[in-house]
């Protein structure tokens, strides 16, 4: 009996898969009986010769467990009915083979392996009727076959999906990582703004050192010239007394040259009091500019400390961005 879709009606008709195919196989499901030990033990031997497909056998199962799967497979075969539950079952097997890696070439080459098989134990059972039997035998393993490229294109597509989705998430996070990556680069452009005021403030401070500097420098050149206005005015202190005391020598009582000489001593002395006020008034000056030089040599260094803090930090975004950069070529290669 076949009770299937209008779809699958087709694809079964298209292989000539009949009713009369399915009353044939039940007709003679006591000899697929008789000859599944048979059947079964053969296909197993066939398949102990390939290395490839033991191994996998070891890897997801056993040889005893898949020897009862066949039992029910091949008895399946002479159920003579084919409806949905049939065709997904077929599938959902086909899918697992594909999951566990078997190949295609493998599972399809296993039909036309049964297919002998069965050939040469029907024909000994049988031997005047095994043809028909095998005839529509061969339509039911051919509709298997269609049925598992379908379960490996199934499978397939499940890769695809997987594939686009996992591309998906790849972009995602490439998309995070470049936003990351923006926002650094932001970052580091404000962090080079930073470095490149702090240094011209850096410059202008150093500018206005250099400028006291040179102030202080005219100064002292000022005072060099007040210690030889004072030495000059100490000579002819010196020389003015020393006539006074020759005069008040001749003089006797007319000391009144004297008294002339005293004058211009006092007013010497004036000139000298007058001449020490401006050294000290420059001398003071020289200490407020010494004073400020200090104060802008501590704005240079409190400046030099902040652009070496803030070279720390460009250097620290820095090695952010190239981690990030790696994170990003790293994923750039799963994808």
Do not use: C
Not at 68 to 95: H, P
Request: proline letters at 1%; hydrophobic letters at 40%; zero cysteines.
């Amino acid at each position: 009996m076949i009770n299937v879709s209008p779809k699958r009606k087709k694809q079964i008709d298209y292989i000539r898969l009949t009713e009369k195919d399915m009353e044939n196989l039940l007709q003679f499901r006591p000899v697929f009986a008789k000859v599944v030990e048979d059947v079964v033990g053969h296909f197993y031997k066939h398949i102990a010769t390939e290395p490839e497909l033991m191994e996998l056998i070891g890897k997801t199962t056993t040889i005893e467990r898949l020897k009862n799967t066949q039992r029910e497979y091949w008895m399946s075969l002479a159920d003579g009915r084919i409806d949905d539950e049939y065709l997904e079952k077929r599938i959902a097997i086909g899918l697992v083979h594909s999951r566990v890696g078997l190949s295609v070439e493998y599972y399809l080459g296993s039909y036309m392996t049964y297919l002998d098989i069965a050939a040469d134990l029907l024909r000994q059972a049988v031997p005047d009727q095994w043809v028909s039997v095998i005839h529509s035998l061969s339509k039911m393993f051919n509709l298997d076959s269609q049925l598992v490229l379908e379960a490996y294109e199934l499978k397939e597509k499940e890769k695809l999906k997987d594939l686009a989705n996992e591309k998906e998430h790849v972009l995602q996070a490439v998309t995070e990582v470049m936003q990351q990556l923006t926002g650094m680069i932001a970052e580091l452009n404000e962090s080079a703004g930073q470095i490149a005021a702090t240094a011209q403030i850096t410059a202008e401070s150093q500018e206005m050192a250099h400028g006291l500097m040179d102030e202080l420098h005219e100064d002292v050149k000022q005072i060099e010239s007040m210690g030889a206005l004072i030495k000059g005015i100490s000579d002819q202190t010196h020389l003015l007394g020393l006539n006074a005391a020759i005069e008040a020598a001749h003089a006797g009582d007319m000391g009144r040259g004297f008294a002339v000489v005293a004058g211009e001593v006092r007013k010497l002395a004036m000139h000298s009091r007058e001449a020490l006020e401006q050294i000290q008034d420059k001398v003071s000056g020289i200490m407020k500019r010494l004073d400020s030089v200090r104060k802008e040599t501590e704005k240079t260094t409190v400046h030099a400390r902040e652009q070496a803090s803030s070279s720390q930090e460009l250097a620290s975004f820095v090695t952010m961005i190239e981690k990030l950069t790696q994170d990003l070529a790293e994923i750039q290669k799963q994808s």
